[in-house]
């Protein structure tokens, strides 16, 4: 791994699939060119109601595969839902330092196909060392402070890794940090 604070490892791996109800640039947001959140964090746009209850998802708390990933959501309201998938960077910051992260085993998880189109990177905190939780840049509008692209997500990882230090040492909610990689799926990008 570089000793370079701000460089990103080679790349990021594989880690599932997760619908969500991709919502608009809400009004308190104010950050230029946003147009909707693609945040990992379900504070903005949300998961399916009662996900974590059907017991469904991997131990990065996603799913396996894209089909799984639709098993939890009604077929009624599908059509509310967008389908992303994530690459998360072996590491992590915490206690002011970016450590490497043990990436556990996902032995199910099926191959990001040629149906999804990488939207950026995001920076979010897992304190409790289970599912995601805040995104800085929408939960705390820090969008308005660095620059993200339409979707609400950093274009490079390089600043995506710096922001997570930044954000871990204290401007934003609690850590640790992790950098994703966001693709979603159908969609222009």
Known sequence: MSAVPGEAPVAPALIGYFPKRTRQRPDWLEAAGVDEVCSVSTCVSSGPGDWI????????????SPALAW????????????????????????????????????????????????????????????????SPLSCNSMAREHPVNR??????????????GE????????????????????RAA
């Not at 979707?151 to 997570?164: K, N, Q, V, Y």
């Not at 871990?168 to 693709?183: D, L, T």
Request: charged share 20%.
């Open 71 to 134: 098993s939890v959501v009604p077929e009624s309201a599908r059509g509310e839902f967008d389908l992303y998938a994530y690459r998360m960077y072996p590491v992590e910051w915490a206690a002011g330092a970016r450590r490497p992260l043990a990436m556990p085993p996902l032995p199910g998880l099926e191959p990001l196909d040629a149906s999804f189109a990488r939207l950026g990177h995001d920076v979010v905190s897992r304190s409790a060392g289970t599912s995601f939780e805040c």
């Open 167 to 186: 954000f871990e040492s204290g401007s934003g909610e609690p850590g640790p940090y992790c950098v994703i990689e966001v693709w979603r799926q159908g």
């Open 53 to 64: 209850q059907r017991w469904r998802h991997n131990a990065l708390w996603v799913y396996d």
């Open 151 to 164: 979707h609400c997500l950093i274009e490079d990882a390089a600043t995506a890794f710096r922001l997570a």
